[in-house]
């Protein structure tokens, strides 16, 4: 299985025998390299597009429908096209069709009839974003080739998640899908909407470490964070009414501040504004191609997010630690929104072979499950695939 243009075009012809040519749509999935939770406090952010990505092959449908079938959840579903903008959430992974479609035609876009086919090498709930490949790829398809503003794209998916899916995530998934450089990380800017590319020095590799433990505990914890996050910002502004969002708060804030605050809510306010530091000091670390300082970065985020964010868990703890332990590794963190999912790791390339095999060793000793591993390469954004 894999997102080759013979699969796709035999898959697509055996499920729709009677639909056209298709099109062949593909957006990528992300690892986040530092900047976790910051993105809905409007912070920095440092994902890199993956090459594991979601394919959508679509042609257009003759009866009036928006039909899609999905490879990963073995399930199709149908709408009359005329029906989207009235549905309700159905609460399982139609939703994120529904959604875009909806998001599409609110934003003016003639939305067509058509037979789509996904397909997606990201794994699923795993903290590396198969929701926003999902809804990007499903978006190029249903604009079927016509323009969009790149970060028109961005939002609208954005805004599928956050209003039908019903998840409050910030933009940094689909801006990821969409911005994404092969060879390169973005640092994003989450309140102004702009990046850079950030070269990666040589002499690491990147590699992603799924814990399998799917991060279903994560969607009401994410919420709650969001809510912590928007308290603290609340309890600043009454004295500082410029500080919009926790991206505006410093320490000194926070010293100042902290007593009036719930303990727990202090913790998550330190988080996000060390965070927001950290991804600027490993910015810095990848310019000056300081390896030990990418890593102790990275070190330093997990254990916020660990004792101060709490969205780590037993399993992902291990995965870093274990990793941590091991010769030739700068760095492991948890990544994704956590309470499973993935964490990533900086490892010199020549020992990457050994970790990835140490690493899924003691795992699999430790918890029973053989633990997925993924080389990451800075890949390309979303877009039409030609062939
Ligand atoms: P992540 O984005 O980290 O993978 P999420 O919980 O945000 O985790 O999104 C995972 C959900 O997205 C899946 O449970 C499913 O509902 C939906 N999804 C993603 N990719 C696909 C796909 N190819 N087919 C159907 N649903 C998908
Ligand atoms: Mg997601």
Redesign the pocket.
């Known amino acids: 299985m894999d997102g080759t243009p013979a699969f796709l075009r035999s898959r697509f012809k055996e499920t729709f025998p009677h639909s056209g040519k298709p099109k062949f749509f593909r957006a990528p999935?992300r690892v986040n390299l530092i900047g976790e939770h910051t993105d809905y406090n409007l912070g920095f952010v440092l994902p890199i597009a993956l090459d594991l990505a979601?394919y959508t092959a679509a042609a257009p449908d003759t009866q009036g429908k928006l039909c899609v079938r999905?490879?990963?959840?073995g399930e199709t579903r149908e709408w009359p096209i005329s029906s989207i903008i009235d549905l309700e959430p159905a609460r399982?992974?139609s939703?994120?069709v529904a959604g875009v479609a909806r998001e599409l035609i609110l934003a003016g876009y003639d939305v067509q009839p058509a037979n789509l086919f996904?397909?997606?090498t990201?794994?699923?709930?795993?903290?590396?974003?198969?929701?926003?490949?999902?809804e990007v790829s499903v978006a190029l398809a249903l604009l079927n080739g016509r323009d969009i503003p790149p970060l028109e794209l961005v939002h609208l998916c954005q805004r599928a998640?956050n209003r039908f899916v019903g998840?409050p995530?910030g933009v940094m998934?689909q801006y990821a899908s969409v911005f994404g450089r092969s060879g390169a990380a973005l640092q994003i800017d989450c309140r102004t909407r702009q990046h850079q590319p950030v070269p990666l020095p040589e002499g690491i590799a990147i590699i992603a470490v799924n814990s399998m433990v799917k991060?279903e505990l994560?969607?009401t914890a994410y919420r709650e964070r969001v809510d912590e996050c928007a308290a603290a910002v609340r309890i600043i502004q009454e004295r500082h009414p410029l500080v919009k969002s926790l991206r505006d708060a410093t320490m000194r804030h926070l010293e100042t501040f902290g007593p009036a605050m719930p303990e727990l809510v202090y913790r998550r306010a330190r988080h996000v504004i060390t965070e927001n530091g950290r991804v600027i000091e490993f910015v810095k670390a990848c310019e000056a191609k300081d390896l030990e300082r990418m890593g102790r970065t990275f070190r330093e985020s997990h254990e916020s997010l660990r004792h101060d964010y709490e969205v780590s868990c037993e399993e992902l703890d291990f995965l870093v630690e274990t990793a941590l332990a091991m010769p030739a590794v700068f760095g492991a963190r948890m990544t994704?929104?956590g309470f499973g999912?993935c964490t990533v790791n900086l490892v010199a390339p020549q020992a990457a072979a050994d970790f990835k095999s140490a690493i899924a060793r003691k795992y699999e000793e430790r918890f029973g499950t053989a633990p997925a591993v993924y080389d990451c390469h800075p890949s390309a954004g979303a877009g039409e695939m030609q062939f």
């Open positions: 999935g979601s999905s490879e990963s959840e399982d992974w939703d994120y996904v397909h997606s990201v794994p699923l709930g795993s903290g590396l974003s198969s929701s926003a490949a999902f998640e998840m995530c998934d991060h994560g969607k994704g929104g999912g």
